[in-house]
């Protein structure tokens, strides 16, 4: 049996995406697809809390079960460009005594971020496939993240010498606090062994290491997002889950989103040509049954998955390359029978409303 394949949907790099409205929408529409593609979903547990401005930053997380509600897109606008501090005083001094601000700058941004909400959405039936928690040591994660930062440092040497680096956009605060929090969740997920889907906002981290050739490829989470009936719902993925020709459906969506992301240039080509390539084959299989050729890898250890291009890009994979090697599990290497199309002809049913 292969191992059994997991992705991890962390607070720091999901902050941008949970706001309520459309924000929520797209992170639960990944969490629908990620119940289809992989076997177990986590969800951190707990209220998350950054904001970050040209001089300074701060991030904290607050764990366990809350009823906070998710951050409201008039909120969230009202606390960017607003003032923030983080204020101290000594431990000895008297409760009387004064605090004094540390950091005091406008906020290029401020997310209260959180999944909790989605505990009262979800059926008793996703406690198979998706589960709440958190990370207890973070030790080892620390340990590849100095790695990849020290990799960082020499990389700008050999790019730009002693001299001044250019200034990135936002400000230093701004882009070390997203780089920050994603080279964190990439770091715990590749010692979990585990995937880890990460929102747009926070794809510089996972570009940063595919880069560097800390990352291999590996899709289909944003081809099947594109190809889900648009009301699909948490009790739609049971159902679906049952079917056992769901493995080879996850070979095919990966091979159509592989095929649309070479031959388009925009995230509206990517589109267009995933339904196109996927009707293609549909009508292959259904008139010839013509089988899969090919390897297609469903599963890796340690793989990144996270928005790549413009704002609703396709997510990518890859595995880190600092604690082992990598490709494992699920590979399609027979010739498959076109039974993928009762996995089709399922949500094809749900889409019609039957």
Not at 128 to 133: D, M, Q, V
Not at 156 to 172: D, I, K, M, T, V
Not at 275 to 295: D, L, M, N, S
Request: proline letters at 6%; charged letters at 25%.
């Amino acid at each position: 049996m292969p191992d059994r394949s997991a992705i991890y949907f962390p607070l720091r790099s999901n902050a941008s995406a949970l706001f309520a409205g459309p924000g929520v929408a797209s992170v639960r529409r990944r969490i629908l697809a990620a119940g289809l593609l992989t076997d177990q979903v986590f969800l951190e547990e707990g209220l998350h809390l950054a904001w970050a401005g040209p001089e300074g930053s701060s991030t904290g997380t607050l764990y366990g079960e809350h009823d906070k509600p998710w951050q409201t897109p008039r909120e969230r606008g009202q606390a960017t460009g607003a003032r923030h501090q983080v204020a101290v005083r000594a431990s000895d001094a008297p409760e009387t005594a004064p605090f004094y601000p540390l950091i005091s700058t406008d906020a290029a941004f401020s997310w209260r971020a959180t999944f909790e909400p989605f505990r009262r959405e979800l059926p008793a039936s996703a406690s198979r496939w998706l589960s709440f928690g958190r990370v207890v040591d973070d030790g080892p994660a620390k340990q590849i993240i100095r790695g990849w930062e020290s990799a960082d440092q020499m990389e700008n040497l050999r790019r730009f010498g002693l001299g001044p680096r250019p200034a990135p956009p936002g400000g230093s605060f701004v882009h070390d606090a997203i780089l920050a929090a994603g080279y964190y969740d990439l770091a715990i997920a590749a010692t979990a062994a585990v995937g880890v889907s990460l929102d747009h906002r926070h794809r510089l981290a996972v570009e940063t290491r595919l880069r560097a050739g800390d990352a291999q490829a590996l899709g289909g989470h944003y081809a099947l997002q594109v190809l889900l009936p648009r009301d699909f719902t948490w009790s739609d993925v049971p159902d679906l889950r049952k079917d056992r020709a769901l493995r080879e459906y996850r070979a095919i969506v990966r091979e159509v989103e592989a095929e649309a992301l070479r031959t388009s240039r925009t995230t509206a080509e990517i589109d267009d040509q995933i339904h196109r390539e996927y009707e293609r084959r549909i009508a292959v299989a259904a008139a010839k049954g013509v089988p899969f050729e090919g390897r297609a890898a469903l599963t890796a250890i340690g793989f990144i998955l996270g928005e790549a291009a413009d704002s609703t890009a396709p997510l990518v994979g890859g595995a880190a390359a600092t604690i082992g090697a990598f490709v494992v599990g699920e590979v399609v290497t027979r010739a498959m029978r076109p039974r993928w199309l009762a996995v089709d002809r399922r949500l094809r049913g749900r889409r019609n409303g039957l």
